[in-house]
Structure formats: structure tokens, C-alpha cells
């Protein structure tokens, strides 16, 4: 069987759930034997073409974020939002409470932290945050999740073996993985 190509991507969030990956400990042998790593944070390749599986971990919050996100579903086959962040905004969506203007605000000057010294960011090259943080299906279509904050090794490397074996994942053997 040849090897699938996997990407695993960081849009908003932590690198929680990239941790959580990296938990699921000697079971990566097995993984590295049925896939090829063509985009990763942990990795350095600057052409993406195309992946049979992407993992994407945290919302969208900015231009960069969305497109980075079209261009990823358009080259990817399955697409799975990897932990709450993707699939339901969760913690960067709390500032959508907040008017990005404020959330900047308190960030950047406001905050005790500043001194009083504190400047807004202005510079072109930033990445331009959305009023918003959204999950990923507000951006793009999804076939799978896995929820949790970080989600569970567990549940991970299920569903990723269950892909990278051409079988359906069960998803209440998911749920299961992840809540006992
Ligand atoms: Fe971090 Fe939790 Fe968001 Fe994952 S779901 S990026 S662990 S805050």
C-alpha cells in the first residue's frame, strides 16, 4: 500500500492539539509507516500540492487564516478540524464578546503589563485579524472532528488509523476514546 500524504496545519490556537498529536508516543512509528508528512509545523516544506488527510488545529481569525484555509480544502481529501479551537471557535472565540478594537486595545496598551508604554501593532506585513474568530466550518466544509481542548491522543490516532486504512471511522469507538 503506498504511503497517504498528511498535512497538519496551525491556524488559531495554542499548538495544544499538535501537542496531543505528538502524544499518542511510540503509535507515531506505526503512522510514519503508512504516511508521508508533506505539511507540519514540525516539518520545513515550503510546497504544498496535496494531502489525502489535513488536520487543522485552532479557528480562523485573520485574511491569512482564511485563505490559507480555501487553499488548503481545495488541495486536501479529507479535511479534519483537530480540537475545539476548529470546531467550535472555544477559547479564541471568547474575544468575540469584544470589538477587535478593544480586545487590540487591552492587549497591546491597556493592559498592566504595558507600563503605559504599550503601542498598537500597525505594521503591513501583519496578519490583518477578523472581527470575528470562527470555527472552521464557517470558512470551509469539514469531514471530520475531534473535539476536545486539547482532544485526546487517543481519539487521534484512532480516527487517523481508521483513514489511513481505507476504513470508516465508528464514531461513537471515537467518542468513547475521548470521554471513557
Ligand atoms: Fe489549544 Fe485547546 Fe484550542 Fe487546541 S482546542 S488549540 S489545546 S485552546
Same mark, same amino acid.
Given at each position: 500500500?503506498? @504511503?497517504?500524504?498528511?498535512? *497538519?496545519?496551525?491556524?488559531?490556537?495554542?499548538?495544544?492539539?499538535? =501537542?496531543?498529536?505528538?502524544?499518542?508516543?511510540?503509535?507515531? #512509528?506505526?503512522? %510514519?509507516?503508512?504516511?508521508?508528512?508533506? @505539511?507540519?509545523?514540525?516539518?520545513?516544506? $515550503?510546497?504544498?500540492?496535496?494531502? /489525502?488527510?489535513?488536520?487543522?488545529?485552532?479557528?480562523? *481569525?485573520?485574511?491569512?487564516?482564511?485563505? +490559507?484555509?480555501?487553499?488548503?480544502?481545495? @488541495?486536501?481529501?479529507?479535511?479534519? %478540524?483537530?480540537? /475545539?479551537?476548529?470546531?467550535? &471557535?472555544?477559547?479564541?472565540? =471568547?474575544?468575540?464578546?469584544?470589538?477587535?478594537? /478593544?480586545? !487590540? $486595545?487591552?492587549?497591546? *496598551?491597556? &493592559?498592566?503589563?504595558?507600563?503605559?508604554?504599550?503601542? =498598537?501593532?500597525?505594521?503591513?506585513?501583519?496578519?490583518?485579524?477578523?472581527?470575528? %474568530?470562527?470555527? !472552521?466550518?464557517?470558512?470551509?466544509?469539514?469531514?471530520?472532528?475531534?473535539?476536545?481542548?486539547?482532544?485526546?491522543?487517543?481519539?487521534?490516532?484512532? #480516527?487517523?488509523? +481508521?483513514?489511513?486504512?481505507?476504513?470508516?471511522?465508528?464514531?461513537?469507538?471515537?467518542? $468513547?476514546? @475521548?470521554?471513557?
Amino acid at each position: 500500500m503506498s @504511503k497517504k500524504k498528511l498535512a *497538519t496545519v496551525w491556524l488559531g490556537g495554542c499548538s495544544g492539539c499538535h =501537542m496531543s498529536l505528538l502524544d499518542i508516543d511510540e503509535r507515531i #512509528l506505526k503512522l %510514519a509507516e503508512l504516511v508521508e508528512i508533506v @505539511k507540519s509545523p514540525i516539518v520545513d516544506f $515550503k510546497n504544498f500540492i496535496y494531502a /489525502d488527510i489535513t488536520l487543522v488545529e485552532g479557528s480562523v *481569525t485573520s485574511d491569512e487564516h482564511w485563505h +490559507e484555509i480555501q487553499e488548503i480544502r481545495a @488541495k486536501t481529501k479529507i479535511l479534519i %478540524a483537530l480540537g /475545539d479551537c476548529a470546531v467550535t &471557535a472555544n477559547v479564541t472565540g =471568547m474575544r468575540n464578546y469584544f470589538s477587535k478594537e /478593544d480586545v !487590540l $486595545k487591552q492587549a497591546y *496598551t491597556d &493592559a498592566p503589563s504595558n507600563d503605559g508604554k504599550g503601542q =498598537m501593532p500597525g505594521h503591513p506585513a501583519l496578519l490583518k485579524l477578523h472581527d470575528k %474568530a470562527v470555527p !472552521l466550518q464557517e470558512a470551509v466544509t469539514v469531514d471530520y472532528c475531534i473535539p476536545g481542548c486539547p482532544p485526546s491522543a487517543d481519539a487521534i490516532f484512532y #480516527l487517523l488509523s +481508521e483513514l489511513l486504512n481505507d476504513r470508516i471511522p465508528h464514531l461513537d469507538q471515537e467518542r $468513547k476514546l @475521548k470521554y471513557g
